[in-house]
Each structure stands twice: as structure tokens, then as C-alpha cells.
């Protein structure tokens, strides 16, 4: 193809075809080179390669430093053809005791802090490596992984280290790649040695066991997950889920009374001073009115002081209300995606992991084993070639000052091999002595002892397994003698706690008085409007809802799709503008509209319908939702619309369709449900359900005609049973066939 003319090179190919072709190679580049971490080992490419430069430059544990620059400068010039700035921040990482469970790297110099400062240039700091980077580097040099050339094919790299300790979990991982993401917490590595050592011993230890010996992550900040377990075992068996973390906090009292908080931990990679920035906006914005000051007393050690404006304010509820609103309490995601042996990525089970790390180390284990018996029988035959010299010294030494070709003769006259040939023609002299042959006798028969344990090794798994184990128990004994390896993240349980008074106590009650457009532009006035006061919206819109709250209400939004949703009354535009558009606020489709509009109150019924004639009353309690998009309550299908939703407020039910017939029953007729389509209301040959009210039979049934509102008395004609035709309204009902404002 190369002869050919530089046209008829040219291959013709759709743009389509070719761009999925270039971007797939990106994206399995990204994958595999870059963002997911491999199991075995627990780092990614440019990690492996820091530390596997940094052993080449001898900065083992017990050397001096070196400057992170000559670091960096082998890595991208050796092993990594990428930015300075971005090998460099890797090696920080490595270095910083507040982001790395384990560090890996030994810092000396500025390497950032928990404030968010970022470390000192690389021509200032220093480097060298942990033991626990040394434990995973333990045995490259004798053949336990595969290597690869690098880039330029001058020098060659390991595709993965033999990792003699769990470094994936302990340590963690995170990763953005195409597609795909990757989100390991760190954990106890105490607690995954006895982890590992359980797994070896019972193979099929199910997720329950091994998170009773690895009860969650243990951050190396500290903190207290509050998850519950049952959520802990589902994440780790399925590879994916999360933990609630909260900051370690306490009292301190100050006398009469008075008290301040202190908290003493934050929770992991967050930054004090974005903390502490967040709470002063809070205050300065009164979401934080019970909030009288904070102080950041921190040195070395966190210490953060929240001082309340009043003694007799609830120090619980005062923290439930920061956990709720800043970030003393985050979710920490766990999504196990990493690369496995065969370097395809997939979601690994926490059993599946561990399992993948002691292959790994059982594959290891048989490479070193066969790379030392290959050592120990290249060195016995050349021992052996010494004792044979020794047993017919003389001789040796006459064939070889009189033969014209010694090595020929000494071959053949006392079946010797090349290599011991070489050997014994390279004796000095001095080693012909008697001692000399004493300790080649004692070093031949101490390696045919070590080569007999290896080859007996080698056959058998149940030895193989004992000397993982024994590793396995050594690492776990020098962690746990070492400060280190004690748990810091504790685990705590979290009782349900009310949100309405913690918005009372965030934000102060003050009256306003909701607005919602016809075209779904929504807004809050100040205090409770009458119906006098004259309303402003934008040009061909008008007013729909109306409704008086306190900002320390919660607002219910009912859609035609039958879902709820909820939003906070404080958290609504106010201000002489139009508002904004409500879904905006929530996820609403097109398609769909606002029903109704209603202020939470805690303990009462809806009753719901839909324009087939189902319907069901619900507690207020079960459609409330953080969600954007929302909870689905009433199900509908199809052309099925929701088209009511009213409080509960009553012994009769007064059901009318667009047909305009009107139907009463009792409320007790309609069932509760949690969510569904419900039982039928009325039936209907055309059309469907127009509109449901709920009222005491005793007052009358009311709907507005006008500017006024009309009350029916008699209505005997219309009690019937639920599901019922009905019968047409009576004279002054109103032609649109609804009752009006409830």
C-alpha cells in the first residue's frame, strides 16, 4: 500500500463510521489508561508509575529525600507523556494524610491542607516513599508481574504491582472515564486483613459475614456514618449505594446554662474554609437565625465553634438542622467499577474484590516461587560443578595447565556442564581453600532443602494458601501495633426526626401569601393578602392560586401525571417581580399541568380523582418528597388525567362530571391508600370527572356562583351509593360543573 499514488491511499469511509471508530478508541484509552483503577493493585496508571519511578530513584522509606520535580521530570519523561501539573497533583495526593487513608508517598514540605490550600510548588517540596508503598512494590525485581514497554520503547513498565497489601479498598479510589465512573470510599485495612484472612478460610463467605468483620469505610478524617446496615450490606453486594457521613461533634458548657458546639471532625474532602463560608452565608442570610456566631479555633486538630443565641434552644435539633443544610453531613458514594485481570472494567461486589486481590497474591506467590527455583537450580549446578572440582582438586588443576582445550576434557571426563565448566575456570585461587569448600557444602545443602519447600509449594494449594495467610497475619500484626491502623470513623444511628420544626427553627416564621399564575409563575407576597388588594402578572397571564402560609410551610403541588410535589415556602422567589416558572422548581412535563396547590398540615387526608371517576383518599403525610421529580401517588394511564385533589375536610363526598351530573355518598365509601388508582366515584356513559368536593352534610353543600357563593340544603335527591350515575345538579349549579374555591 505504501508504493501506491497518495490518491489511491486514500479510503473512502462514512464520517459516521469513522468518528464512532476514533471516539471508541478514546474512550477505551480513558478507561483503561487513565481513570479506573485496577483491582489487584488499586492504582491507576500514573500512580503505578510515580511509584515505580521513585523506587528506580532508591527513595525507599530509609533513604533521604529527593525533590518532587526530579520525580515528576522521570514520570513524564520515562512512563507518562502528560502535563506536569496533573502528575504532580497526583503525587500531592498521594502524600496528603487528610485525602489518603494510607499515604503512599512521604512529603516533606507544603503539600496543601484541609482548608483547600494547595501545596507548594514541586521545586520546593520533597518526596520518598511509605513501607506501605514498598509492601506493594515487595518482589517486582523477581518476576511476579508482567511488564510492558512504555510509550518511546525505551524503558519498560509493570502493567500492574505485586501489591502485598489491599490497596484498592484501603485506601479507595475516584474516577470519572466515558461513560462509566468510579467511587471507592477508603476503609480499615486492620479490619480487611481480617477480612481476607475469613475469605481464605471460608471461600464462600457471603456479603452478611464479611461486613460483620469490615462494618463500612473509615475515612482518614474521621466522622460518623449514620447509614443504616441493611443499606451497607446492599451496597457492598451489589457493588453500588452510598454513605451518610456526619462531622464528630460535642458540648461544651460555659456555665449558667450556656453552651457552645464544638466540632472536633468534619466529614471526608470537605474543606474547612468552604465549611465555615457556607454557615456565615446561612446566617447572613437568616436560614440560620438560632445562630448567634461561628468561630475557627482549628491548629494542627479541627476545632469549629457554634455558639447559639439562646441556653434553652435543643442542641439536637440545633444539629439536625446543620447536618440538613451544610455540609457537616455528606453522601459519600460507593460505585466499585474497576478493572479486573483481564483489564475490563466492571462493578465488583466487596466479596468479588477481595476475592480478585488474594488471586492476585496467590499469582504472585506461584511467579516468585518459580523465579526463585529457577535461581536455586541455576546456583545448585554451579555448587555442584564446586564440589566436584573439590573431591578431584588436583586433577582439575593438571587437565587445566596441560590440556589444550580444558573445558572439552572437563566435560567429558567428569560429565560437566557449560555453566559449571565456566564456574570453575573463573575460581580464584583464594577459594580453593578448605574453609571455602565447608561453606559451598553448607550454602548446596541449604538450597536443596529451601528447593525441595519450593517445589512441594508449588504442587500444593493448601501451602500455598498457609503462606498467604501467614503475609496476611504478619501485615495485619504491624498495622495494628502501629497508630494507623485504628478505626477513626465510628458508626452511629440516627433517629427520623420531624422536618417541620427544623425549618422552623432555620428559617423565621413570618406570613406571606403564595401566588401562582394561570401559565405557572409563582411567587410569595408578604403577609396575608385580601381579595381587595390588586395583583400584577405578566401580560396576558392571570391569577390561578392563591394561597396564605408562613415561610416555615411547606407547599403541595398537585400535577395532572397524579404525582406530588413539595417545595418550601421559604425557598420561593418574593420581591415586586413575576416569580419564576414553577417547573423550573420542579420536574413537571410539558404536557402535564398544576392541579392544585395546597399548604402541607400534618395528619390530614386528600381525597384524589382522576378523569376516569377513580379515585382514593390519602394521608398528607405519605406524598410529601425531596425529589425533584417528584412522587407518584395517583396512577394514570393513557388519556387518564388527575383533575382533583381537596382536604378531606368531612362526612360527604359530592362528585360532578362533565356531563353535569352531580352524585353524593359518605366519605367512608373511599378507601385510604398510599398510592394507586383508587375505587370508582361516578360513572359516566360520555365524558369523565370534572370535579370532587368533601363537606359536612349537616352545612349544606356550598359552590361559588359569581363574586358569591350558593349553599344547597336538600340534598336527599342526590345521596346515592359510591359508583353511581347520579343524577343532573340542581338549578344554579354552574355550567363550567365545578364548586369553586374549597
Not at 462509566?180 to 456479603?207: D, F, G, W, Y
Not at 356550598?702 to 347520579?726: H, I, M, N, V, Y
Request: net charge neutral; aromatic share 6%.
Amino acid at each position: 500500500m505504501t508504493d501506491l499514488p497518495g490518491e489511491e491511499r486514500i479510503r473512502p469511509t462514512p464520517f459516521v463510521e469513522a468518528l464512532s471508530e476514533r471516539y471508541l478508541s478514546y474512550a477505551v484509552s480513558t478507561i483503561v489508561s487513565r481513570s479506573l483503577p485496577d483491582v489487584r493493585d488499586g492504582l491507576k496508571p500514573v500512580h503505578r508509575r510515580l511509584l515505580y519511578a521513585m523506587r528506580l530513584l532508591r527513595l525507599d522509606p530509609r533513604s533521604g529525600f529527593k525533590k518532587c520535580a526530579r520525580v515528576v521530570g522521570d514520570v513524564i519523561g520515562k512512563y507518562h507523556p502528560h502535563g506536569e501539573v496533573a502528575v504532580y497533583d497526583a503525587l500531592v495526593r498521594l502524600a496528603q494524610d487528610f485525602a489518603a487513608r494510607y499515604p503512599l508517598v512521604e512529603g516533606q514540605g507544603n503539600f496543601g491542607n484541609v482548608d483547600g490550600d494547595n501545596a507548594a510548588a514541586m521545586r520546593y517540596t520533597e518526596a520518598r516513599l511509605t513501607d506501605i508503598a514498598e509492601a506493594l512494590l515487595e518482589g517486582i525485581d523477581e518476576d511476579t508481574v508482567e511488564f510492558r514497554t512504555t510509550y518511546d520503547g525505551e524503558e519498560r513498565e509493570p502493567l500492574v504491582l505485586p501489591a502485598a497489601f489491599p490497596n484498592l479498598l484501603a485506601n479507595g479510589a475516584n474516577g470519572v472515564a466515558v461513560g462509566m465512573a468510579t467511587s471507592i470510599p477508603p476503609h480499615n485495612a486492620v479490619e480487611l486483613c481480617t477480612a481476607l484472612l475469613h475469605l481464605l478460610k471460608t471461600p464462600r463467605a457471603q456479603t452478611e459475614e464479611l461486613v460483620e468483620l469490615i462494618p463500612g469505610p473509615d475515612f482518614p478524617t474521621g466522622g460518623i456514618i449514620v447509614e443504616p446496615h441493611e443499606s451497607i450490606v446492599d451496597a457492598y453486594a451489589t457493588g453500588r449505594g452510598g454513605f451518610r457521613l456526619r462531622a464528630r461533634w460535642c458540648t461544651e458548657d460555659l456555665g449558667r446554662g450556656k453552651y457552645q458546639i464544638v466540632v472536633t471532625e468534619i466529614p471526608y474532602q470537605v474543606q474547612k474554609v468552604r465549611l465555615v463560608e457556607k454557615v456565615a452565608d446561612l446566617m447572613e442570610s437568616k436560614k440560620l437565625s438560632w445562630l448567634a456566631d461561628v468561630i475557627d479555633e482549628s491548629t494542627e486538630d479541627i476545632r469549629l465553634i457554634f455558639v447559639p443565641r439562646a441556653r434553652n434552644i435543643d442542641v439536637n435539633l440545633l444539629m439536625e438542622t446543620l447536618f440538613r443544610s451544610t455540609e457537616l453531613e455528606v453522601r459519600i458514594p460507593l460505585n466499585l467499577n474497576v478493572l479486573d485481570k483481564d483489564r475490563v472494567p466492571r462493578v465488583m461486589s466487596l466479596r468479588s474484590a477481595l476475592s480478585a486481590f488474594l488471586d492476585h497474591r496467590f499469582v504472585v506467590l506461584r511467579r516468585r516461587s518459580t523465579y526463585r527455583r529457577i535461581q536455586i537450580e541455576t546456583r545448585l549446578e554451579v555448587l555442584e560443578g564446586y564440589l566436584i572440582a573439590y573431591a578431584d582438586l588436583d586433577a582439575v588443576i593438571k587437565v587445566i595447565r596441560d590440556a589444550d582445550t580444558p573445558e572439552k576434557e572437563m566435560r567429558r571426563r567428569w560429565k560437566l556442564s557449560e555453566a559449571q565448566v565456566n564456574a570453575i575456570l573463573s575460581m580464584r585461587l583464594r577459594q580453593l581453600r578448605k574453609l571455602d569448600q565447608l561453606e559451598i557444602r553448607k550454602e548446596y545443602d541449604g538450597l536443596t532443602i529451601e528447593l525441595g519447600d519450593l517445589i512441594k509449594l508449588l504442587k500444593s494449594k493448601a501451602r500455598q494458601r498457609t503462606t498467604i495467610e501467614v503475609e496476611l497475619k504478619q501485615l495485619n500484626t504491624r498495622l495494628s501495633e502501629s497508630e494507623v491502623g485504628k478505626r477513626r470513623t465510628e458508626f452511629a444511628t440516627v433517629f427520623a426526626t420531624d422536618e417541620a420544626p427544623l425549618l422552623e427553627v432555620i428559617v423565621e416564621r413570618e406570613p406571606v401569601t403564595v401566588l401562582c399564575s394561570q401559565k405557572g409563575w409563582i411567587r410569595t407576597a408578604k403577609n396575608h393578602l385580601t381579595s381587595d388588594v390588586d395583583l400584577k402578572f405578566k401580560e396576558g397571564d392571570q391569577g390561578r392560586f392563591t394561597v396564605h402560609a408562613h415561610t416555615t410551610d411547606r407547599l403541595l403541588i398537585f400535577a395532572t401525571n397524579g404525582r406530588f410535589y413539595t417545595l418550601s415556602c421559604d425557598k420561593l422567589p418574593g420581591g415586586r417581580g413575576f416569580g419564576e416558572p414553577v417547573r423550573m422548581m420542579i420536574e413537571l412535563e410539558n404536557d402535564h399541568d398544576v392541579v392544585a396547590l395546597l399548604v402541607h398540615k400534618p395528619g390530614q387526608h386528600f381525597l384524589l380523582a382522576a378523569s376516569d371517576g377513580r379515585g382514593f383518599l390519602v394521608n398528607e403525610d405519605d406524598v410529601l418528597t425531596r425529589a425533584r421529580a417528584g412522587k407518584q401517588i395517583l396512577n394514570v394511564a393513557d388519556d387518564i388525567k388527575a383533575v382533583a385533589c381537596v382536604p378531606a375536610n368531612g362526612d360527604t363526598v359530592a362528585v360532578v362530571g362533565e356531563n353535569h351530573k352531580l352524585l353524593l355518598f359518605g366519605i367512608d365509601e373511599v378507601s385510604v391508600q398510599p398510592r394507586g388508582r383508587g375505587v370508582i366515584l361516578q360513572r359516566y356513559r360520555d365524558g369523565g370527572l370534572r370535579d370532587v368536593k368533601v363537606f359536612q352534610k349537616a352545612n349544606g353543600l356550598s359552590w361559588r356562583f359569581g363574586e358569591r357563593t350558593r349553599t344547597f340544603t336538600d340534598t336527599r335527591p342526590w345521596l346515592s351509593k359510591r359508583g353511581q350515575a347520579g343524577r343532573l345538579a340542581p338549578t344554579g349549579f354552574p355550567k363550567s360543573n365545578k364548586f369553586g374555591i374549597y
